[in-house]
RNA sequence: GCCGAAGUGGCGGAAUGGCAGACGCGACGGUCUCAAAAACCGUUGGGCUUCACGGCCCGUGUGGGUUCGACUCCCACCUUCGGCACCA
């Protein structure tokens, strides 16, 4: 029988990869051993990995996939490392989508939801994921949503949630009101329609209290880039707000107030604005301009949103007749409304000191208003001005303060105000209170009682949860469908049981997701939300994977849920989650978005069918740096379908072994063995899967090629070199490395063992190649002994022709020596 | 406009001061096959040169700089992608 032959039928006799079969198999083993439970007394060290949980759309799509896959595999990976890891999963069930069904089809919202999850729960598994499906937290379960309106009442007590009327962002399409973080350029963050603002009566969380402590990210691993994106929405501002005095016929107010960060030049005000909706506006308006800004209040009001942000057209604005006094020199200067300043900043007013603000320049350049610097700033001639002067000079036209250096201006001006009373440092946000009211059926009912007698009153805790009803209407108008619900509607006042009211708004979806991965820890307490001890044991979360869509809207809010819930006594910490990756959005093969409309849509369905689930997941992990996200390209993935092939082969084919502790094919096969070790430990741990994807294909190349060279190694150190290619294959491709580490003879499970050990003593090269310069340009490369000396390197190096060649006849000036590395001969 | 990330073969990418292009895809050549697919093996940045072995030059968005040495550090600019954007 010939060689061929014989390799041949070692591979029949071990049987071909095929990945459905076992992949099948392992997850029907491990759902019944239970062996991703996660028990809550075990004593290694505890780590919390969490990936943020679907809505459950209906269909796992690849974007899942590519969050999930690789937070998996660390998720393991620390398991493998001794720590008793908690990698929970759930469902964000509450929301639009399952209204708009239900409307669609008339199908109640519950119900849609339900056969979604269903769905997406069987596609999960076949992920292959360990998710400990016994905590499984779905937040539109009445067992959920009971405690986030216990959290409410929580709120409520502490002074942290309040009704108020407002002017809210309002989406004409979806019917209902929007969180500021939910409009995106004038318009629906979900649907794309263009918001208008409405007055309505509201709920809101004051996170504005946190505000200062939201901007403390120390002791937290999380991207620069989410906190810079925290920190420019919460949007701190230094200043002081300055008094004016009214000059105007008709106000019952002396005064004014504005928010500046440059009260140093209150001597250069020479105007002053309003926004148009001010509440002022209609009461200092004087008869003969009341047309003119009459006029321009209703044109700013049918202005949309995306109009009057915009920055390149031109400021307009008009006079209302009244004037302000400028208590710091007496000036009577004229108040203007116009639409570049806003209500909701500040206190919808700005002082217009055109010769240092640059969008006051244009308003005065436009309206004829002067213009008078108050710094003798050192680019400026002292001619006209052509723009706004920056920071920089002495004051000059300022009173009691000429000469007073730019740095120290800010300070004493204040400081004036404050002994004068004219007005005091303060510090102002671009943050706003939390408004969480959703005129919307599919979310947690708010917990309120509207009695005649003792207006809002919380539903007593016993009583939770407020229950949704199982048979609402459901018709697109505007209002919750909970409204048309008599059943629902109508009930008695807790306090004096008179017929009463039920609020019918539901609580914004955010906020379910804003304490979750607290219940995860204790998801089937019906005392609490979660037990004191569980949270001492779990918490905070170690390692939070998710997309950077949510930097500022869920992952600001947990934040200020986990704030809010520490000043409750309810938790003892500060921070929700302790690191954060943000990974990439995965593209269609286009570089677009995937959308059913571009036709460009890679189902995971159809993908984990042809090649398996194990080459899905390590493809997605191989195709990039996770951060980065980009195309998938289909064409690429049989690449790590080849792979697997090979690693099943080597692993399952006879290797011609000896007992050769010391052969150098042995003492290699060791070196590759403890190499890939470490790069793989290091790569795993860094979320670099991709490069760690790369060195377990190197060394399965590498193995392979042992085997078919046909030279013995050692038996034991062979063993060891597949064992250790299995176990770092478990986080990422868990079916075949279970499949292969049975197939090797080992005890059940892989996804049990420890992670392997590197031993930097065997993976140390004991011969280095040595890149030979002359000047810079590779002329040789010389295999040295590690860490030969330099003057053996160089000795070396000078008897090399093509070396010598280009070292004749000149001067050696210098010698660069980089032992293991290189050798440069600068010569002239 | 401001802030951040990125720009490397035909493509995804690797290398963060020391041999550019690891690992893959694709392509080309081969083995097997009636054939195709699959699988496996080999070659593959560009150019010039040599019968051949080989040798030489160029090359990491552009232009400068620092250095013995730069994809990597510094300065200026261009492009792409995110985020913010009249916030007083």
């Known amino acids: 029988m010939s060689e061929q032959t014989q390799t041949k039928d070692r591979t029949q006799q071990a049987g071909r990869y095929e990945p459905r079969a076992i992949e099948r198999k392992w997850q029907a083993r491990w759902h019944a051993d239970e062996l991703y439970r996660t028990p809550d007394d075990d004593p290694r060290p505890k780590w919390y990995a969490l990936t943020m949980f679907p809505y459950p759309s209906g269909d796992l799509h690849i974007g899942h996939w590519y969050a999930m896959s690789p937070s998996d595999a660390h998720a393991r990976f620390m398991r493998m490392r001794g720590h008793n890891v908690l990698f929970p999963m759930g469902f964000d069930s509450f929301g639009l989508p399952a ?10 919202p519950a119900e849609w939801t339900a056969s979604n999850i269903e769905r997406m729960r069987e596609q999960l598994r076949a992920m292959g994921t360990m998710f400990d499906w016994t905590r499984e937290v779905v937040t539109s379960s009445p067992e959920y949503y009971r405690w986030t309106q216990w959290w409410f009442l929580q709120l409520l007590s502490h002074d942290l949630a309040y009704k108020k009327q407002a002017a809210v962002w309002w989406c004409p399409n979806d019917q209902t009101v929007l969180a500021n973080e939910q409009v995106l350029d004038g ?21 504005t209290r946190y505000a200062d402590e939201l901007l403390d990210f120390s002791g937290l691993e999380w991207p620069e880039q989410v906190q810079t994106m925290q920190r420019n929405w919460i949007g701190r501002s230094e200043g002081a707000e300055l008094r004016f005095g009214l ?4 106000a019952d107010t002396e005064e004014i107030r504005v928010f500046t960060t440059r009260p140093d030049t209150v001597y250069g005000v020479t105007f ?19 047309d003119a800004v009459r006029a321009y209040v209703e044109a700013t009001s049918r202005e949309t949103e995306i109009d009057r942000l915009s920055t390149e057209r031109e400021k307009t604005g008009v006079f209302t007749g009244a004037y302000v006094i400028n208590k710091f020199n007496g000036e009577r200067v004229p108040v203007w409304i116009a639409d570049y300043v806003l209500l909701t900043y500040g206190t919808g007013a700005v002082m217009g000191v055109p010769a240092h603000d640059q969008r006051d320049f244009e308003f005065a350049k436009k309206y004829g208003l002067s213009i008078i610097p108050v710094f003798q700033h050192p680019d400026w001639d002292g001619g006209e001005l052509t723009q706004a002067l920056g920071h920089g000079g002495r004051m000059i036209n300022s009173g009691p303060f000429n000469g007073t250096p730019d740095e120290e201006a800010i300070a004493a001006v204040t400081r004036y105000a404050e002994e004068r009373g004219f007005g005091a440092g303060t510090v102002s946000y671009r943050l706003r209170d939390w408004l969480i009211s959703r005129q919307r059926m599919w979310g947690a009912p708010i917990p309120i009682i509207y009695c005649d007698e003792h207006g809002a009153v919380p539903v007593p805790e016993h009583d939770l949860p407020v229950l949704l009803p199982d048979d609402a209407e459901f018709r697109p108008t505007g209002e919750s469908p909970l409204t048309y619900h008599e059943g629902f509607l109508h009930t008695t006042c807790p306090r004096c049981g008179k017929p009463a009211r039920r609020e019918t708004d539901t609580m914004d979806t955010f906020m379910c997701s804003s304490w979750y991965q607290m219940r995860y820890i ?12 569980q949270a001492r044991r779990w918490l905070p979360v170690d390692q939070y994977t998710g997309g950077a869509e949510h930097a500022v809207m869920h992952l600001l809010y947990t934040r200020f849920f986990t704030k809010a819930a520490r000043d409750m006594g309810v938790v003892e910490f500060d921070e929700p989650m302790r690191r954060l990756f943000n990974q990439g959005q995965i593209l269609g093969p286009d570089g677009q978005r995937m959308s059913k409309s571009r036709g460009n849509v890679i189902a995971p369905d159809d993908q984990v069918e042809r090649w398996g689930a194990d080459t899905f997941r390590a493809y997605l992990m191989f195709l990039g740096p996770w951060e980065l996200g980009g195309p998938y390209d289909p064409s690429g993935i049989t690449g790590v379908h080849r792979w697997l092939n090979r690693a099943w082969n080597v692993a399952t084919g006879d290797a011609g072994t000896a007992s050769l502790p010391g052969a150098p094919p042995t003492r290699d096969l060791r070196r590759w063995t403890h190499k890939t070790i470490a790069k793989v430990t290091e790569d795993i741990a860094n979320f670099r899967f991709n490069t760690m994807v790369a060195a377990l294909m190197e060394f399965t190349n590498y193995l392979t090629k042992t085997r078919e060279s046909g030279e013995p190694v050692d038996a034991v150190a062979w063993d060891d070199a597949l064992a250790s290619l299995v176990l770092m294959m478990a986080p990422s491709t868990p079916h075949i490395a279970e499949e292969l ?22 993976a140390m090269e004991d011969e280095a190649e040595v890149a030979v310069q002359v000047n810079g340009k590779v002329r040789d490369r010389l295999l040295l002994p590690r860490d030969a ?17 280009h070292v004749a006849g000149k001067d050696i000036a210098r010698v660069i020596y980089v032992p293991n590395r290189l050798l440069n001969i600068v010569v002239k």
């Open 272 to 290: 002053f604005v309003l926004a148009p909706e001010h509440p002022l506006v209609a009461r200092i308006t004087t008869d003969e301009q009341r």
């Open 247 to 250: 000059d105007a016929p008709g």
């Open 789 to 805: 000396a330099e003057d053996v390197a160089r000795e070396r190096a000078l008897a090399s022709e093509a070396v010598a060649a």
């Open 741 to 762: 580490w049975a197939r090797l003879g080992r005890p059940y499970s892989v996804h049990t063992q420890s992670w392997p050990e590197f031993d930097p003593a065997l």
């Open 522 to 533: 204790d998801p089937h307490n019906g005392e609490r939300p979660f037990s004191r001890e």
């Open 187 to 207: 318009k629906c963050e979900r649907c794309g329609a263009v918001v208008a603002k409405r007055d309505l009566e509201q709920w809101f969380f004051r996170i």
């Open 99 to 108: 209204e708009n069904a239900a409307i669609k089809r008339h199908v109640h």
